[in-house]
């Protein structure tokens, strides 16, 4: 979505995968998102052209899943910070991601697994 050539059907298709009450979470900034305000947010910097990447920013380094939840681990290939995010799951859709924040090195930081599992342990069955 964030790449130069992305047009306002792929932030459709992105924001497809959420639930109507999606909320984003995010735990560094203290942040509650709804799905409303992130949408209008992503068209308008779309428009702005603030998305103007011409390479992928991360790469996956892990995925866990659980039955109602899983947790990506990313490299953000610029920064070298290692991010992780939960997404709950809903059937099909998306209702409630949230991201844990990230740590300045490239190596994976220890206990990161051990804290995403805890983490989908502790996930409500939606």
Same mark, same amino acid.
Not at 58 to 84: F, Y
């Given at each position: 979505?964030? *790449?130069?050539?992305?047009?306002?059907?792929d932030?459709d298709? *992105?924001f497809?995968?959420? =639930?109507?009450?999606?909320? $984003?979470?995010?735990?560094?900034?203290?942040? *509650?998102? !709804?799905?409303? +305000?992130? $949408?209008?947010?992503s068209?308008r910097?779309?428009?702005?052209?603030?998305?103007?990447?011409?390479?992928?920013?991360? %790469?996956? *380094?892990?995925?866990m =899943?659980?039955?109602?939840?899983?947790?990506?681990?990313?490299?953000?290939?610029?920064?070298?910070?290692?991010?992780l995010?939960i997404?709950?799951?809903?059937?099909d %859709?998306? !209702?409630?991601? +949230?991201? =844990?924040?990230? %740590? !300045? =090195?490239? %190596?994976? !930081?220890?206990?990161?697994? +051990?804290q995403?599992?805890?983490t989908?342990?502790?996930?409500?069955?939606?």
């Amino acid at each position: 979505m964030m *790449l130069k050539e992305a047009k306002p059907n792929d932030i459709d298709t *992105l924001f497809s995968m959420y =639930t109507d009450d999606f909320v $984003y979470i995010h735990d560094v900034y203290g942040g *509650l998102y !709804p799905r409303a +305000s992130l $949408y209008e947010k992503s068209l308008r910097n779309m428009q702005a052209g603030h998305f103007n990447m011409s390479a992928d920013r991360c %790469k996956i *380094l892990n995925i866990m =899943t659980s039955l109602n939840a899983a947790a990506v681990e990313r490299l953000e290939i610029n920064s070298g910070q290692v991010h992780l995010s939960i997404f709950e799951l809903k059937g099909d %859709k998306v !209702p409630r991601s +949230s991201s =844990t924040g990230s %740590k !300045p =090195t490239i %190596k994976r !930081p220890a206990g990161l697994i +051990s804290q995403c599992r805890a983490t989908l342990q502790q996930c409500r069955p939606v």
